[in-house]
């Protein structure tokens, strides 16, 4: 963004950053955000780092191994007074954007049900997931990493989640955690859906949204296809409400939105999405779908 200067990066690596040391850094640049952007085992720590120093927070997801350093980080920012806003950029990816605004609308009236499939080929044999290869001794692995994802986006367009029933399998067993899961949501309004998802198939190659969507009304679906296109179908024929052009960026261009709406809201009013407070609605329904896996059960969300 040529509004904003990168003033310094931190890496245990000296090759790769500015500094080797965060708190060096933070405290030699000040600067006016930090953007965290490594693994999560080290995320309470660097924002705490942070917001000690009055410092605005972008994290990435995961929040955070285990729900207790979650609620820690959040707790941390609120009483500096300091933002926490986590990167989660598939709410971002412009398909579901359109689809939220359509839904508004009234495109397809009350939603009835709601369908996601994601899908990506990485995961097979003892070299799996060879772009983050620690994912292989993830104990928690495709909920926590991966189907956070539309878990969050599933709030965004449709409003909390209120309970998660979950199965799992292990497929590959190079690796440690679960890679196959199917999600059952239910809403507070009462709305149901299903996010089905494994890493062992592209639905097309290099699809923008790692798989597609799927929302149900009375007589008429919205469709998000592999390729991001946006269809409406009602049982008869197929109409593109919108087709997907954005060639540059990561998925639709998500991660410059999502980074864009952070700088803009840091200079503006600062009505963020995805603070740390409202996030830990989202790592609520993750850590119901592992409770739900040990319990055989449909678990509630953490209110």
Not at 132 to 152: K, S, W
Not at 201 to 211: A, I, K, N, Q, Y
Not at 256 to 284: I, M, N, P, Q, W
Request: proline share 6%; with cysteine; glycine share 10%.
């Amino acid at each position: 963004m040529p509004d904003v200067t990168l003033v310094g990066t931190c890496d245990a690596d000296p090759t790769k950053g500015t500094h080797t040391r965060l708190d060096e850094m933070l405290d030699e640049l000040r600067p006016d955000f930090l953007d965290v952007a490594t693994r999560p085992e080290l995320h309470v720590e660097m924002v705490q780092m942070a917001v000690e120093r009055g410092i605005p927070v972008i994290c990435q997801k995961p929040l955070a191994p285990r729900w207790d350093d979650a609620v820690k980080m959040v707790a941390a920012a609120e009483a500096a007074g300091v933002p926490l806003v986590i990167h989660e950029n598939w709410r971002w990816q412009p398909w579901y954007r359109v689809v939220a605004a359509e839904l508004r609308k009234g495109l397809i009236g009350e939603p009835v049900t709601y369908t996601f499939r994601v899908r990506k080929f990485d995961g097979d044999g003892p070299e799996a997931y060879a772009a983050q290869p620690y994912f292989r001794g993830y104990e928690r692995l495709l909920i926590y990493e991966t189907l956070v994802h539309p878990l969050d986006t599933a709030r965004f367009l449709f409003g909390e989640i209120s309970g998660v029933y979950a199965q799992a399998r292990q497929v590959n067993p190079a690796i440690v955690g679960e890679d196959q899961v199917l999600l059952v949501t239910t809403h507070g309004s009462g709305l149901g859906g299903v996010i089905d998802g494994h890493r062992f198939l592209d639905l097309r190659p290099e699809s923008p949204p790692l798989g597609d969507f799927t929302v149900d009304g009375v007589g008429a679906s919205l469709v998000v296809d592999a390729g991001g296109d946006v269809w409406l179908w009602n049982g008869r024929e197929r109409k593109m409400v919108w087709q997907n052009t954005v060639g540059q960026g990561y998925r639709g261009d998500s991660v410059r939105a999502v980074c864009r709406h952070f700088v803009d809201e840091l200079r503006g009013e600062r009505r963020f999405e995805s603070t740390g407070r409202d996030y830990l609605k989202t790592v609520a329904c993750v850590e119901a779908g592992y409770r739900s896996l040990a319990s055989g059960r449909a678990e509630r969300t953490v209110d």
